[in-house]
Nanobody, 125 residues
């Protein structure tokens, strides 16, 4: 059974940084992709960044240059390093996994069958 567990969320001031972690278990696929999504209160879920096991990456336009996604395949652990946070980044951040590789990499939540519970990120001004 696939399980994704996020950690690393918290409260920071505008301009601050956080590093999110997502640990996967029961996920034994050799070719896969993982992604971070976020959902703010009253808003739809949106894709933040995705990465394939081969290193390909894709970012949403609103995070380019501020966030970095990385993957430790041996540990099946996904990371999201977030810098220059602003109040609009406040949301519940969830990681997701897909056992298939798509080209181009997808930031569509419907393409990811496995999900974690999420970790809250709150940015104050």
């Amino acid at each position: 059974q696939v399980q994704l567990v996020e950690s690393g969320g918290g409260s920071v001031q505008s301009g601050g940084s956080l590093k999110l972690i997502c640990e996967a278990s029961g996920f034994s696929y050799s070719s896969y992709s993982m992604a971070w999504f976020r959902q703010a209160p009253g808003k739809e879920r949106e894709g933040v960044a995705t990465i394939s096991v081969y290193g390909g990456k894709r970012y949403a336009d609103f995070v380019k240059g501020r966030f970095t996604i990385s993957l430790d395949n041996a540990k099946k652990t996904l990371y999201l390093e977030m810098n220059s946070l602003n109040t609009e980044d406040t949301a519940m951040y969830s990681c997701a996994a897909d056992r298939r590789l798509r080209f181009p990499l997808s930031l569509n939540s419907a393409d990811f069958p496995y999900w974690g519970q999420g970790t809250q990120v709150t940015v104050s001004s």
